[in-house]
């Protein structure tokens, strides 16, 4: 199972945002950013940051795709 994080990109594009304001809005590390945007798995407590800085859920975030769906 891999984490794919395209549903935050879209609500970035969204509301206009960059990644330096997300981490600034929610208070998160650089290395946090470059782990999403390596669609790495980050700390739920991470993505609760990133959810109420955004003012959406956390499963708004993310989603899971099986290994079998990238063969």
Known sequence: M???YNKLWKILI???MK???LKDAAHI???SIAKLGKNEP???DV???IAKALDCKV???FETIS???NE
């Open 2 to 4: 891999k984490i794919q």
């Open 14 to 16: 969204d509301k206009n």
């Open 19 to 21: 990644k330096v304001d």
């Open 29 to 31: 590390s650089s290395n």
């Open 42 to 44: 980050v700390r739920m």
């Open 47 to 49: 993505l609760m940051k």
């Open 59 to 61: 499963e708004d975030l």
């Open 67 to 69: 290994d079998d769906e």
